[in-house]
C-alpha cells in the first residue's frame, strides 16, 4: 500500500484527523489504485468522484471506530 497514507486514529494522532488529512489519504489511494498522479482531463471527473467517496467512507470509519484504552492515554 501507499506508504504516504499515514494512520489516521488515536493514539497515533492523538487528536480527531483532519478533514484535510483525510482528503489528502483518499487522494493518495486514489492515485495508487488509479496509477495516474493527475488524470488526464476525460477521466478527471470520475477520479475527483472516487476521491471524495473515499474520504467520506474514512470520516465515516474513523466516526465509528471504538479505540479501547485510548482515552485512558490520552488522560
Do not use: W
Request: aromatic letters at 4%; a negative charge; one cysteine or more.
Amino acid at each position: 500500500m501507499c506508504r504516504s497514507i499515514k494512520t489516521l486514529r488515536p493514539p497515533v494522532i492523538p487528536e480527531e484527523a483532519t478533514e484535510e488529512e483525510i482528503r489528502a489519504a483518499a487522494l493518495q489511494y486514489v492515485r495508487k489504485v488509479s496509477g495516474f498522479r493527475a488524470p488526464a482531463a476525460h477521466n478527471r471527473e470520475v477520479f475527483d468522484q472516487a476521491v471524495e467517496a473515499i474520504a467520506a467512507a474514512t470520516a465515516e470509519l474513523l466516526d465509528g471506530l471504538e479505540v479501547r484504552g485510548a482515552a485512558a492515554q490520552r488522560a
